[in-house]
Structures are given as structure tokens and as C-alpha cells.
């Protein structure tokens, strides 16, 4: 004969201490306070991303304010030009984006390499780092000003005489800076000519035969 213990029934209450949560015929269950959690937090995200700015109302046309520009004259290769640019433009992307003279190439685009190199006024610059705004007036000079017609400049002959170029990337700015370098008179010597060539970079390796070239040109060798 066996003896069942007899059945009992506990109520909740009973079940947890009073005052717990889960005694408790009011609050919530776990899946309802992570639910109702991950809306909250999507409602307060919501406000602060599409709210108003802390900072203040924006003007309503800011975004699409234009940019300071300035009218600036130059004459390039001989050619009078007066064009209106953004302030922040520099020679080169005049040259190249408002002249279309891409004979000056944008290299490093910081003053290092040497391929946008022109002649403001007979002195050699980076074209990258010169404000086009600030040569209103100046006088320019390109690799495409040093022909005369169908007649190349003489250091352009000698860089072909020399053999002194592989890809030519880099060709524009070396001709415009030994251009410079021959009316500045520092070409005494190949180490002097390689000292004031020093800004043109070139990947290639062909340093002696630009040398060389300079050299031709300068001396009649």
C-alpha cells in the first residue's frame, strides 16, 4: 500500500518574498522589460538625431552658400587671362582645370616631387602650393609656352638628345625647372646642377641623363 504525499498548492504570493518583483501581480515580465527597454532607447536615439542642433538653429541657405571667390588676371604663355575662382584654388588647378593646360602635372599635390613646376615671372614655384589669386598680374610660363611653334626650346631638344626621360610624368616639371635653373646661372658644374635640381623627383632614376641634358643646353656640350 503505498502512501501518496498529499497535494498542496502554493499561491505566488507565496512563492517569493513580499515586495519582490516577481511576487508582484503588476510587474512586468523579463521579455516585456527588454522590449520595452529597446524601444525607449530607439525613441531617445531618434530625438537627439533628428532633433534640433544644441548649437542653434543653422541658416536655412549655409549648405549651399557659395564659397569666397576673386577675379584674378594672368598672362600664361603670353595670353592674357582673367577668370573667377574659389580663393582656395591654386595655380596649378587653374592652369589645368580653368585653362586646360595639363602639361603641368599634380604629383604629390604638397610641394615634393616637383611635376607642377612653372615660371611665375622667370622664378621657378610649385604650382600645387601657389594661391592663384595671389598672381593677379604675374606673368606664367608652361611647358606648353616654350616652343615656338614647331621649334622646341633648346632643353626640350636635349632631353631628347639625352634620352632623359622613361614615363615623362615627371619630364614637364624638369624641363620648367632646368629652364630656371640655366637663367639663375647655377650650372657650373654637375653637382651644382644637381644641387638646385634637387625639388624634381624622378621615379624613373634618370637623374644622370637630366644632368646631362641641362648640361647640353647650358654649355652647347
Known amino acids: 500500500m503505498s502512501i501518496e504525499p498529499p497535494e498542496t498548492t502554493v ?8 515586495g519582490s518583483p516577481e511576487g508582484s501581480a503588476s510587474a512586468p515580465s523579463r521579455r516585456t522589460f ?4 529597446a524601444v525607449g532607447g530607439a525613441v531617445v536615439a531618434g530625438g537627439l538625431i533628428g532633433g534640433p542642433s544644441v548649437f542653434g538653429a543653422e541658416p536655412a541657405d549655409a549648405a549651399t552658400q557659395a564659397p569666397p571667390s576673386s577675379r584674378v588676371s594672368v598672362t600664361v604663355n603670353g595670353q592674357r587671362h582673367t577668370v573667377t575662382v574659389d580663393n582656395r584654388t591654386s595655380l596649378l588647378d587653374l592652369l589645368r582645370e580653368h585653362l586646360n593646360l595639363t602639361g603641368s ?3 604629390c599635390n604638397a610641394g615634393a616631387c616637383g611635376a607642377c613646376t612653372v615660371l611665375v615671372d622667370g622664378q621657378r614655384v610649385n ?10 598680374g604675374a606673368e606664367v610660363t608652361t611647358i606648353e609656352g616654350l616652343a615656338k611653334g614647331e621649334r622646341l626650346h633648346p632643353l626640350q631638344q636635349a632631353f ?7 614615363c615623362g610624368y615627371c619630364t614637364s616639371g624638369q624641363i620648367m625647372s632646368g629652364v630656371g635653373c640655366i637663367d639663375e646661372g647655377h650650372t ?4 651644382e646642377i644637381r644641387e638646385f635640381m634637387s625639388g624634381n623627383l624622378c621615379r624613373c632614376g634618370c637623374y644622370v641623363k637630366i644632368v646631362r ?3 647640353q643646353t647650358a654649355h652647347g656640350k
Open 11 to 18: 499561491s505566488p504570493s507565496e512563492s517569493f518574498p513580499e
Open 213 to 215: 641634358a641641362v648640361e
Open 160 to 166: 631628347i638628345d639625352q634620352d632623359a626621360f622613361q
Open 127 to 136: 604650382s600645387c602650393l601657389t594661391l592663384a589669386i595671389r598672381l593677379d
Open 34 to 37: 527588454i522590449a520595452t527597454t
Open 105 to 107: 602635372k599634380k604629383g
Open 188 to 191: 657650373g658644374s654637375p653637382e
